[in-house]
Nanobody, 122 residues
Framework: QVQLVESGGGLVQAGGSLRLSCAAS????????MGWFRQAPGKEREFVAARNWSGSITGYGDSVKGRFTISRDNVKNTVYLQMNSLRPEDKAVYYCAAAYSYANLFTEARSWGQGTQVNVSS
């Protein structure tokens, strides 16, 4: 079991930046891979970015490539999402996720944080 706490959400103007943080606690092995998903009203939850412990596996959703960067502090067991060039369509609740493998991050064998709201004004 792992507990995830997100922070850093808020309101930003289009073209601006935000940095989200997700701190994991509990079983370290259960957060060997950490990442971010987002969900806008009326839409399915969408993959944003993920990274494993060593960084040997990193992935991004097509809509955020070149704008968002995921990083990780293994000592703090915290993952970050640097979001640049934000657009109104990036408005969503951003959820942190963790699993013991990259593949499991896309199955029910994953843990979720409570989410943090990101609003982008035009």
């Amino acid at each position: 079991q792992v507990q995830l706490v997100e922070s850093g959400g808020g309101l930003v103007q289009a073209g601006g930046s935000l940095r989200l943080s997700c701190a994991a606690s509990g079983r370290t092995v259960s957060s060997a891979t950490m990442g971010w998903f987002r969900q806008a009203p009326g839409k399915e939850r969408e993959f944003v970015a993920a990274r494993n412990w060593s960084g040997s596996i990193t992935g991004y959703g097509d809509s955020v490539k070149g704008r968002f960067t995921i990083s990780r502090d293994n000592v703090k067991n915290t993952v970050y999402l640097q979001m640049n060039s934000l657009r109104p369509e990036d408005k969503a609740v951003y959820y942190c996720a963790a699993a013991y493998s990259y593949a499991n991050l896309f199955t029910e064998a994953r843990s979720w944080g409570q989410g943090t709201q990101v609003n982008v004004s035009s």
